[in-house]
């Protein structure tokens, strides 16, 4: 791993259905030389899948997140039960958390009325009570996603944001499109036509319409960032809310500090949920001075998570 590897990876995370001559382009090697690159960071699972990153909001969801602390229950068997009581538009991914984290399951959840998230998570719980301990459940307001701004931090990279859900209609072919391309994003238009009985001027016309509404905000891998030097730590936390100018001054902070990754403003019993990657105890011991410079007596109670499993 050197830093032209670390470069193609941050062009990846900014479109990794861009052509790999805008690759080679921007980071300075022949095509055939980042082709080779990236086949090696596919074998090595330091890209571990290629995902899309859509914005749910615009079609009238929002999000909740569920966090559960669950003991003696499998990934396939929470992910099978899923599959039973949700459809392709409510749950974008589900992880198994590590055990140093309180909460061992994660489940990111949209839906368009609380009513619907509430039948959702109460069949959850129903489900797997006499294996549940505890459980925690917030709705997002607001998120800014930052994909590794460390991987080139001479150029400027994209940022998704989600916001007030909107409504805007699309075609059942469009989720099916959607579907395809969450499984693998990388996947060929002509594998996408044949699969969904299309021409492929069609996909393309399709995926640039989805693009162009704001529905797909960017196609990008999922990156181990572990084989990168790095150690990503993720924390949920239960801010007082009358430090509302302590908590934009906060979100105003991770926007300047290319080591955050995402933040998530929510309401529920946390309201806060954010992440970065570092490179040492350092740096580490920076960022939480600075978080409690900024937010000191807001901070009620923090949960920290730690991803040791993706199921979906």
């Known amino acids: 791993m050197d830093e032209k590897d670390k470069l193609i990876l941050f062009e990846l995370l900014q479109d990794c259905r861009q052509p790999i001559s805008q690759i080679a382009k921007a980071v300075r090697l022949p095509q055939q030389t980042v082709s080779y690159r990236i086949k090696k960071l596919e074998d090595s699972k330091v890209i571990q899948k ?4 859509i914005n749910y909001p615009k079609l009238g969801y929002s999000r909740h997140s569920l966090y559960l602390d669950i003991r003696g229950v499998s990934a396939e068997e929470v992910d099978k039960y899923l599959d039973q009581i949700t459809d392709i538009k409510e749950v974008s991914c589900c992880y198994m958390l590590h055990e140093i984290s309180q909460w061992k399951l994660y489940i990111s959840v949209w839906t368009k009325t609380i009513n619907r998230y509430d039948e959702i998570q109460t069949k959850i ?12 459940s917030f709705q997002s307001v607001k998120s800014y996603t930052y994909f ?3 991987l080139n931090p001479k150029k400027k990279p994209k940022i998704d944001f989600k916001g007030d859900p909107e ?9 099916k499109l959607l579907d395809k391309l969450r499984l693998n994003s990388k996947t060929s238009v002509i594998k996408l036509a044949h699969e969904l009985r299309l021409t492929a001027n069609s996909v393309i016309k399709t995926i640039n319409n989805l693009k162009k509404k704001g529905i797909i905000e960017r196609f990008y891998p999922i990156i181990d960032m572990k084989k990168l030097g790095f150690t990503e730590y993720t924390y949920i936390s239960r801010i007082d809310p009358s430090y509302g100018k302590e908590l934009e001054k906060f979100i105003k902070y991770i926007d300047s500090d290319p080591r955050f990754i995402i ?3 929510a309401v529920g019993y946390v309201n806060l ?4 990657i570092v490179k040492d105890r350092y740096e580490l011991s920076e960022i939480n001075k600075e978080i409690h410079n900024i937010l000191g007596k807001a901070v009620l109670e923090t949960y920290k998570i730690e991803v040791d499993e993706m199921i979906s």
Do not use: G
């Open 263 to 265: 933040v998530i403003k």
């Open 273 to 276: 949920y954010y992440a970065f």
């Open 167 to 175: 409504n805007i209609e699309i075609k059942e072919i469009d989720w």
């Open 50 to 53: 290629y995902a899309v990153n």
């Open 148 to 150: 590794a701004r460390r």
């Open 125 to 136: 719980i129903s489900k797997f009570k006499n294996k549940i301990n505890n459980y925690l």
